[in-house]
């Protein structure tokens, strides 16, 4: 490894500062790492003469005065954020040659911010997918472990990070696909407050559910990103101006409450459930208290996701038709044939599921029956959250109930679902959560807690996620 890209994100803004790099520099320290390890398949596009414009771009802002931000550090994007000039995929057949006209809310505000967007990361196709195998340009292989998946939908994001190739990354998260990455490949990824973050520009999935939010090293290289990225925005109606984010972070313990809820602990494996329960320990040994909260509904989250979601994507996805954006099918003999040889052969298989299964819950007669219901139920499902966390700072649990498995092991999509357990309730009551690592499994591979917080409390769990950082430094395997 070199060292200039085994820096922290925020060690390497000072190094920026002190003039002791240049962005040009750390740019060309992250491209080189990135072709040295190009084996792991984290990225579908590097953009590297845009880059090192950027970088230069960079320098000169510092040489004229300026500072703060994210001034020079190179940083990826999930290949379903919109990028102008460049190739945004969703690791799609279907947009295998889109290139965007304009930036996503996120990306301008990155490079407003001085940032250097390296380039595009692997993800499952339309963020649909726990593994990333579900690409079309092919799995990412695990930094821990190539062998093994680097989970998804955001695995490009999460593994950059982790191989050290970037400083920082953003994903997307409708159900759990940044921190379960994030658990999967060691690294800390948050899931912001719905609403908190613009999503203008995010090639939507499930636009109820959708998040962009970051990955980074620490809590603290996560803060800096998030401040950057949050805020209203004129272009998403959705979007809020309500997070009250800190400076730095305390990371205290003492005086905390955390609450557990059984619900969000079956089913996961032993080692994971070792690494949760000696994580609880330390910070109850350092001070916080630590509650039973009970979250009664969760077991139905699952089967609320997948009937809203779909149904969500199914609308979403009707844009993809071979008239307006990306490819076209050949041999079509009227309108109605060119739709269909299109979406039949550019889209992937669980795409098609998914859309397939979204249909069918919005069809007339089952609309009731699925999707009403799934909707109601989210609203207790919300209820019981806001209860939860009426008692305590912050809801803990496993990120995923098993490390990350090998590649073209889980043939079931089904039992793939069901690694998003702890995370996707979530994303229905719309609040923000992070993924912290702490620690190993017998065999090396990185295990996550989850910190659940309260609605525009993200600072606040960052903190929390600082604490667990804190508490379990030096953790080896569990
Ligand atoms: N794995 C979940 C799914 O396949 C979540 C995806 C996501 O958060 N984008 O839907």
Do not use: W
């Amino acid at each position: 490894m070199n060292g200039i890209t085994d820096m922290g994100l925020c060690s390497l803004i000072d190094a920026l500062d002190g003039k002791k790099l240049s962005a040009t520099e750390a740019t060309r320290a992250c491209l080189d790492r990135i072709k040295a390890t190009e084996d792991l398949n984290n990225f579908i596009t590097v953009c590297e003469d845009e880059a090192l414009k950027a970088a230069a771009a960079a320098d000169a802002r510092r040489k004229s005065g300026e500072r703060g931000g994210l001034l020079g550090v190179p940083i990826a994007v999930k290949d379903n954020i919109s990028t102008r000039g460049v190739k945004t995929t969703c690791a799609s057949a279907f947009l295998s040659d889109y290139v965007p006209p304009f930036d996503a809310t996120v990306v301008d505000k990155l490079k407003a911010a001085g940032a250097v967007i390296v380039g595009k990361t692997n993800m499952d196709e339309f963020a649909m997918g726990s593994t990333n195998e579900n690409s079309h340009f092919s799995a990412a292989h695990n930094a821990a472990d190539a062998t093994r998946v680097t989970g998804g939908s955001s695995g490009g994001s999460a593994n950059a990070v982790a191989a050290r190739q970037v400083f920082a990354a953003l994903g997307s998260d409708t159900g759990g696909s940044i921190r379960q990455p994030a658990s999967y490949c060691g690294t800390v990824g948050l899931k912001p407050t719905y609403s908190a973050v613009s999503r203008y520009g995010l090639i939507a999935f499930a636009s109820s559910l959708d998040q962009i939010g970051p990955f980074a090293r620490t809590s603290e290289d996560a803060l800096r990103v998030l401040g950057t990225i949050a805020g209203k925005d004129s272009r998403d109606s959705t979007s809020t101006d309500k997070l009250d984010l800190p400076d730095k972070l305390s990371g205290k313990v003492k005086g905390r409450t955390f609450g557990i809820a059984d619900e969000l602990l079956s089913g996961a494996a032993s080692d994971v459930k070792t690494a949760f329960e000696r994580t609880v320990a330390l910070l109850e040994d350092n001070g916080a208290k630590i509650k039973k909260v009970k979250l009664g509904s969760v077991d139905a989250a699952l089967a609320v996701y997948y009937v809203i979601s779909s149904a969500e994507a199914a609308s979403n996805l009707a844009r993809f038709d071979g008239v307006k954006y990306g490819r076209r099918a050949s041999g079509y003999r009227d309108i109605a044939e060119l739709y269909t040889l299109s979406r039949t052969e550019f889209f992937g298989d669980e795409v098609k599921r998914r859309i397939m299964i979204g249909n069918y819950v919005l069809s007339s007669g089952y609309y009731d029956a699925y999707y009403l219901k799934a909707s109601k139920i989210r609203t207790v499902i919300k209820r019981e959250f806001d209860a939860a966390l009426g008692c305590c700072d912050a809801i803990l649990s496993p990120t995923v109930p098993t490390v990350a498995p090998k590649i073209g092991a889980q043939v079931d999509p089904a039992a793939t679902y069901l690694s998003d357990v702890y995370t996707v309730p979530v994303n229905i009551a719309g609040l923000p959560a992070v993924s912290v690592p702490v620690g190993r499994s017998a065999d090396g591979m990185p295990i996550g807690v989850q910190a659940i917080g309260k609605a525009f409390c993200d600072g606040d769990l960052l903190d929390t996620a600082r604490a667990i950082e804190t508490v379990t430094e030096g953790c080896g395997n569990a």
